[in-house]
């Protein structure tokens, strides 16, 4: 199955990809999402490059 995701590429720009979604394991479901947001708190910081250098690690996604 393919999905998309959005991804932060430098300060400024974000670009929306297609990627593999994987089969849900076993006690896993699958959702569909018609709609999603960013939000204007840390989102923003992403999307503006102004993460702190002391939190890259803990909002590193994967």
Known sequence: MRGKALW???P???EL???AVA???DGEVQV???F???SRGTERLVHAG???ASE??????P
């Open 8 to 10: 932060y590429v430098e």
């Open 12 to 14: 400024g720009r974000a």
């Open 17 to 19: 990809r297609e990627e």
């Open 23 to 25: 089969a849900p394991k």
């Open 32 to 34: 569909r999402s018609l």
């Open 36 to 38: 999603g947001a960013v």
């Open 50 to 52: 102004r993460v702190p």
């Open 56 to 61: 890259y690690q803990r909002m590193r996604a």
